[in-house]
């Protein structure tokens, strides 16, 4: 059984940066795709980005492409989320899921795992 766990949201300025952080634990995910989500309140689940189990593919939704980056560590079991110029529309609670199997990345069925979420606020 693997548990994700979501840190770093939080309240940032328009325009600043914050970086998520998701734990993996009970087992490695070094061998499944991961991925970012994030839902707004009274908004469908959002597909943000992933990345294949060794990171040598890395997808981003249109929305938050060129402002957010999203990487692996395998030794600390890790999946990162860089996000640059926030805007409010980026607030939302931030969701990190791990795959066991290929498909298509945006898919959420797609991911086996999933974590609680962390709350990002974006202020104007």
């Known amino acids: 059984q693997v548990r994700l766990l979501e840190s770093g949201g939080g309240l940032v300025q328009a325009g600043g940066s914050l970086r998520l952080s998701c734990a993996a634990s009970?087992?490695?995910?070094?061998?499944?795709?991961l991925g970012w989500f994030r839902q707004a309140p009274g908004q469908d689940r959002e597909w943000v980005a992933s990345?294949?189990?060794?990171?040598?593919?890395?997808y981003y939704a249109n929305s938050v492409k060129g402002r957010f980056a999203i990487s692996r560590d395998t030794t600390e079991n890790t999946v990162d989320l860089q996000m640059r110029n926030l805007t409010p529309d980026d607030a939302a609670t931030y969701y990190c899921?791990?795959?066991?199997?290929?498909?298509?990345?945006?898919?959420?069925?797609?991911?086996?795992?999933w974590g609680q979420g962390t709350q990002v606020t974006v202020s104007s």
């Open positions: 899921a791990a795959a066991r199997y290929g498909g298509p990345p945006s898919l959420d069925v797609k991911y086996d795992y």
């Open positions: 009970g087992h490695t995910v070094g061998s499944y795709g």
């Open positions: 990345i294949s189990w060794n990171g040598g593919s890395k």
